[in-house]
């Protein structure tokens, strides 16, 4: 097949080589500017990728910091949270969720997330927040993840968060670029975290983050936390806080990548509706909300139960495709994480099913029809194939 197409194998799972070729005169320019301006730290272009990043999405505040992790943490920093608050987090996500609500010494409580979106399942939230009560802790804060780029049920989550004097706190790592009935990710709860790795939907060329907010006091702290609790003089800490700005380098990054994003979502919405048509009858396609968008910050199947996942990955792979496995294992069956509490008893059953299902395609704004075909086409051929 691929001799036929011509195509080149491998196929990457992220093409960062062919998004690169659209902008690196213009970034090998911005460059040049920050090595004669030498404002390394804080320099413009921070405050200008702020200020567009804000009239992207529509926050009132966007707060630049190091990386997606400090984001969360941040804003839990903010918040104060303490031990003996229960913070509920979903099972089925990245580590750095729930990484940061250990680092307060609070306790997170592991929520299970629905199996068609793989996003928080109100119903678990609702016994995770009796179950924290039970347990003597104190229900603080819901963190929902938009997990693989698409918008967590933020309606039916914010109606628990009141009606429980919860706040939310959107981790939003995965979703920058995605709406949800018509806003933006970005607007969430009362504050969004976002991640600028290199992998997620908006990358910049190292590590990077950003909180969104409308809540002017809460951005305030925010700025002074991201250096050190500065108060209005550098030397003057009126917080304890950490280093966890975002370079002026990648803040170039992103302004010349944050031009080429609105096609890059099109393209990538391109490939998870071609993927979605061709593989429907073979596997489990992931559902969105209605009136959602996701980033597709993955294409990520559910295989049949009876599938070998482990010989359709070799399969695959000596076809030239590359898969991967988000995620493997369900944080609350991890080492680090496993004395923590779960919403209801010890097993999450969603979370541990989807760990032994999922399978994430690659996904990326420059996939052809050629590769997409070929990828679709020897996935229906392998999954086809009678059970031995
Ligand atoms: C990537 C990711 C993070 C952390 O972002 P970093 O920039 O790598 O620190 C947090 N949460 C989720 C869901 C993620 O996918």
Same mark, same amino acid.
């Given at each position: ?28 320019? =911005? ?39 400090? =984001? ?205 048509? =061709? ?110």
């Amino acid at each position: 097949m691929s001799q036929k197409l011509n195509l080149s194998l491998p196929i990457p799972f992220i093409d960062l080589k062919s998004q690169q070729a659209q902008i690196r005169p213009q970034i090998n320019e =911005a460059f040049q500017g920050i090595l004669d301006h030498g404002a390394y730290i804080m320099g413009p272009q921070i405050f200008d990728l702020e200020k567009k990043l804000s009239e992207f999405c529509g926050a009132k505040h966007t707060i630049t910091c190091a990386n997606g992790t400090d =984001a969360l943490a941040l804003i839990l920093m903010a918040k104060n949270v303490k031990p003996g608050d229960a913070v509920f987090v979903p099972s089925f996500t990245f580590a750095a969720t729930a990484e940061v609500v250990a680092w307060m010494g609070a306790t997170p409580v592991f929520i299970d997330v629905l199996k068609d979106t793989f996003n928080m399942d109100p119903l678990s939230l609702k016994q995770g927040i009796k179950h924290a009560k039970e347990l003597g802790l104190n229900p603080t804060a819901i963190i929902p993840v938009d997990l693989f780029g698409a918008p967590a049920d933020y309606d039916a989550l914010e109606t628990i968060a009141a009606e429980n004097h919860l706040w939310v706190l959107a981790d939003s790592a995965q979703s920058f670029g995605a709406t949800y009935k018509n806003r933006s990710v970005g607007t969430f709860g009362l504050a969004t975290s976002t991640s600028f790795f290199p992998a997620k939907p908006l990358g910049c060329y190292g590590d990077g983050g950003a909180i969104f907010t409308d809540n002017d006091d809460l951005a305030e702290i925010l700025i002074s936390l991201r250096v050190h609790g500065q108060g209005k003089d550098k030397y003057d800490n009126i917080h304890i806080g950490m280093n966890g700005r975002l370079d002026t380098l990648q803040a170039a990054v992103l302004l010349e990548k944050l031009k080429i994003f609105p096609n890059e979502l099109i393209a990538r919405q391109h490939a998870a509706d071609f993927y979605t048509r =061709a593989l429907s009858s073979v596997a489990t396609p992931p559902l969105l909300l209605p009136n959602t968008t996701s980033s597709w910050a993955q294409y990520t199947l559910r295989l049949n139960p009876e599938t070998s996942r482990e010989k359709l990955i070799q399969d695959l792979q000596a076809l030239g495709i590359p898969t991967a496995i988000y995620y493997v294992k369900p944080l609350h069956q991890q080492k680090a994480y496993q004395h923590y509490p779960t919403a209801l008893g010890h097993h999450l059953p969603n979370s541990e099913a989807l760990a032994h299902e999922v399978l994430s395609l690659p996904m990326h704004g420059y996939l052809t029809e050629d590769v997409l075909q070929y990828i679709t086409e020897s996935l229906v051929h392998l999954l086809s194939r009678p059970p031995k």
